[in-house]
């Protein structure tokens, strides 16, 4: 009879080898190398007036120029958003409170990005604000309820396009939002029903092992039809990337107060950030006579 010690260091080992055994099946080689740090590819053609990320369609110019297939309505929607942003206002999405921009705005690359290809998922970190996304390509469904967020939920799956052994095309499916949620910085709103499904294509280049690209088709009820757009990515040629820190809420002057959004001025006092906005209720402060 072997000793009780014995047999517990035995099954230790065996969970060891086992867990190594996993991690070896997994083959990065097979894999596209996407190491590096990536950023947002020229647009074609396009002289855009705010920083390229700025837009969903790199082929069109910011805000009327994207030329959205909105429903009416959404159409409407988007007319009182771009005036609101002329007059000073933030429109939808509350961004400047550092909240994530949500899907499919996260696409755009507005800032760094890094792509990390693990056994069961693929991560797309972007050092902003909580634009980061952990696609799951471990084989499974749809679970029978989703939480719902801004980024949504992301089932990938990484396939042999062309029949030579190795993976170099991620398709991927999101599902299960919140709101409100803009396709870019002008506002273009999707539906409130939250029941957008976005479907992505991501690839390099065969010509150009530092050009990423990825198609990105959403589908959603503002929508007259499914709008699919081309973006690139390029990889910056730093071998030992730095990663700045960007940290949305330090130094922030925004404040929101119920519905309404102030800033605070250099002097450190509350003030409006377009014309004719009324103060805040300020009920629970004491005036002074």
Known sequence: MFPQS???VSVIMAVLFMAVGEVSAFDQTKYPDLRGEWRRGPDTGVRVARFPGAIFDPSKGWGPAQQPPLIPQYQ???ETNLADLAAGGQGIGETYTCVSPGMPRVTNAYGETEFVVTPNATHILV???????RI???GRDWPAAIDPSLLGYSIGKWIDSDGDGKFDVL???????????A?????????????TVIKERLHVDKDNANRLVLEVTVIDHALTRPWSVLKTFRRQGDAQPLWPESVCGEGNNHVQIGKENYMISGDGLLMPTKRGQQPPDL????RSK
């Open 76 to 78: 409407a929607r988007f």
């Open 283 to 286: 009920k629970y402060f004491t």
């Open 183 to 195: 396709f870019d910085s002008s506002g273009i709103p999707l539906h409130d029903d939250n029941q």
């Open 171 to 181: 398709e991927v499916e999101t599902r299960g939002f919140l709101g409100p949620r």
């Open 136 to 138: 799951f390509t471990d």
């Open 6 to 8: 014995f047999i517990g």
């Open 127 to 133: 050092e902003n604000i909580r634009d980061s996304r």
